[in-house]
T-cell receptor, first 110, second 114 residues
Framework: RKEVEQDPGPFNVPEGATVAFNCTYS??????FFWYRQDCRKEPKLLMS???SGNEDGRFTAQLNRASQYISLLIRDSKLSDSATYLC???????????FGQGTELSVKP | EPEVTQTPSHQVTQMGQEVILRCVPI?????FYWYRQILGQKVEFLVS????????KSEIFDDQFSVERPDGSNFTLKIRSTKLEDSAMYFC????????????FGDGTRLSIL
């Protein structure tokens, strides 16, 4: 089983749509979770941390289900500028190393 | 907003040569990391560094690789005797703390081995 597994993409959605990404992780001892976004051939940029109680940042909502080892990201009212690859990232806390998923590509069309 | 800076942005090197990739982490950060991303693949951890020593390294980070913090600001990755398969984007990252502290990435060095 892959350490961090994400929905295969690409997701092609119209502007204004709501889109959800899912992610599962294999290490039940993982403690920290993040969503990063990556534009083509650029660096990963932190989108948001994911907390056990769930958290929201504007149009973005992240959820964590520790029992199922499942993380989600919901984007509401999607914009053209949301087009990117979304990376599910887990910190195993043993040495601070981040474990990345393969990423899910999102393309928002006019 | 403070950022991690990396140089050069693109490095082209002949196979077998040595390269040094440079990074300036965010100034009040204490933990430093190198990752790489081969074209079309996921981002992979190479090494973490804290208090002037390696905290953890991956299987990829073998004797060909080394890291150093030669002064109070720079953090370098040296790759000796480069191979074709070392071609990738190399990202430096830093964080204030450990665990739930997010890591901030530099914009990367694209390494091309010919």
């Amino acid at each position: 089983r892959k350490e961090v597994e994400q929905d295969p993409g690409p997701f092609n959605v119209p502007e204004g749509a709501t889109v959800a990404f899912n992610c599962t992780y294999s290490n039940s001892a993982s403690q920290s979770f993040f969503w990063y976004r990556q534009d083509c051939r650029k660096e990963p940029k932190l989108l948001m941390s994911v907390y056990s109680s769930g958290n929201e940042d504007g149009r973005f909502t992240a959820q964590l289900n520790r029992a199922s080892q499942y993380i989600s990201l919901l984007i509401r009212d999607s914009k053209l500028s949301d087009s990117a690859t979304y990376l599910c990232v887990v910190n195993d806390n043993q040495g601070g190393k981040l474990i990345f998923g393969q990423g899910t590509e999102l393309s928002v069309k006019p | 907003e403070p950022e991690v800076t990396q140089t050069p942005s693109h490095q082209v090197t002949q196979m077998g040569q040595e390269v040094i990739l440079r990074c300036v982490p965010i100034s009040n950060h204490l933990y430093f990391y190198w990752y790489r991303q081969i074209l079309g693949q996921k981002v992979e951890f190479l090494v973490s560094f804290y208090n002037n020593e390696i905290s953890e390294k991956s299987e990829i980070f073998d004797d060909q690789f080394s890291v150093e913090r030669p002064d109070g600001s720079n953090f370098t990755l040296k790759i000796r005797s480069t191979k074709l398969e070392d071609s990738a984007m190399y990202f430096c990252a830093s964080s204030q703390g450990f665990g739930n502290q997010p890591q901030h990435f530099g914009d990367g060095t694209r390494l091309s081995i010919l």
